[in-house]
């Protein structure tokens, strides 16, 4: 009987919260948004009268954050109110200057299972990241980012009973998208572009996993997301992907964009087997203010542009250290073109065209790139070097 009420208040939460998605204009001061906190709460409350802390949980739900009072609540109950109980929650507070420490105080007091790590200065979030799996204790980690949720209360109980006969390295679950400007909630496109699964479900059994995934033209190439926390990576993966970069200075010094892509395509380096799942488990939250996703201004553009340009320079030392097809960079600097306006249109100094320009020359010279990338590359030397 208690099992039979506990998935009708599941669902009843989940429905409230889909409801308040697509009728409301942001995320505070709501009433029905605070309806669905307040099923949170009892839901959670009731769980926390109910369980035995468990020293070794089988999830780590690891969740950086930086100044993120406004969204931090939501995306903490969204993990309490899940119906698998075996999990912790490892916060890394990377130095915030507004409540969000006091907020994850007030639910670490009433709640066993959220632990917090507070850093003394903003070390960034590639440093909160790798901080979190290092004090994680769980078999398996998943990545939250702290203004996103977890749509789904059920999520870790299906991935749990999935991995229960499959023990997989990494599984992937669906994605949709929240844009808080247009109060739009949608499924992301399944051009590659936008870097998220086809929803195809695929079991991938290989040791060259990468290759068959993101470096071959084969029935997989689109099926891969480069983002790391719509995924549930095993610990071990992760402390080789982390130890690998932690002992390259060039990744240290550039982390400050697109680190968690950088991270999820070292993972497929060292795992040997992948699913995706078409369960939806993750909701991304489209902000305005968002670093990622700003538009605004001569200065964002430009930071956003640079940022793109360190994070091409990662992917390149990562295909030559792994000795990858040098010609699949090809079709992410193709969209990188878009961006690159942004300094023509700008007038930036040669200067600051440097090192762009130098890294298109070295490219040039690598051998096995095929004629049409190097096609492109002069083509792109020309126009841009003006």
């Not at 950086?64 to 009072?69: A, D, R």
């Not at 850093?119 to 203004?147: E, Q, T």
């Not at 380096?269 to 078409?278: C, G, I, K, T, V």
């Not at 049409?372 to 792109?380: A, D, P, R």
Request: glycine share 2%; hydrophobic share 35%.
């Amino acid at each position: 009987m208690f099992l039979v009420f506990n998935k009708i208040r599941h669902l009843f939460i989940t429905i409230m919260l889909f409801f308040f998605l697509f009728t409301t204009r942001n995320f505070v001061d709501i009433r029905i948004y605070k309806n669905y906190i307040s099923l949170c709460k009892k839901s959670i409350k009731f769980y926390e009268g109910n369980e035995k802390n468990n020293k070794q949980p089988f999830f780590s739900i690891c969740i950086p954050v930086y100044n993120m009072e406004k969204y931090i609540e939501t995306s903490l109950l969204s993990v309490l109110n899940q119906s698998f109980r075996d999990f912790e929650i490892v916060i890394v507070n990377d130095y915030s200057q507004d409540n969000s420490k006091k907020i994850i105080e007030k639910f670490q007091s009433e709640n066993s299972k959220i632990r917090l790590i507070n850093h003394g200065n903003n070390l960034g979030v590639y440093k909160s990241r790798v901080d979190s799996i290092k004090n994680s204790k769980g078999n398996y980690i998943i990545f939250l980012d702290p203004d996103d949720i977890i749509p789904n209360s059920n999520l870790l109980n299906h991935l749990n009973e999935y991995n229960f006969f499959y023990n997989e390295d990494i599984i992937e679950f669906t994605v949709i998208m929240y844009k808080e400007s247009y109060n739009k909630l949608y499924f992301p496109s399944n051009h590659r572009s936008n870097h998220f699964h086809n929803f195809h479900e695929h079991i991938i059994y290989n040791p060259n996993l990468s290759n068959i995934l993101f470096f071959e033209n084969s029935k997989y190439s689109d099926v891969f997301c480069r983002c790391i926390w719509n995924k549930m990576i095993r610990k071990e993966i992760l402390f080789k992907t982390i130890n690998f970069l932690g002992s390259r200075a060039y990744y240290k010094k550039h982390f400050d964009f697109a680190e968690d892509t950088i991270i999820n395509i070292v993972n497929f380096e060292f795992a040997s087997n992948y699913s995706n799942l078409h369960l939806i488990g993750y909701m991304y939250n489209i902000r305005e203010e968002s670093m990622s996703h700003s538009n605004k201004g001569k200065n964002m553009n430009l930071k956003m542009t640079y940022n793109l340009f360190f994070f091409y320079r990662l992917f390149h030392q990562y295909i030559k250290h792994f000795n990858k097809d040098l010609n699949y960079l090809y079709f992410d600097l193709k969209s990188f073109d878009y961006y690159l306006n942004y300094i023509n249109h700008y007038n930036s100094s040669y200067s600051k065209k440097k090192p762009i320009i130098k890294f298109y020359k070295n490219l040039f010279k690598e051998s096995n790139i095929s004629d049409e990338f190097k096609s492109y590359i002069n083509k792109f030397l020309f126009n841009f070097a003006k």
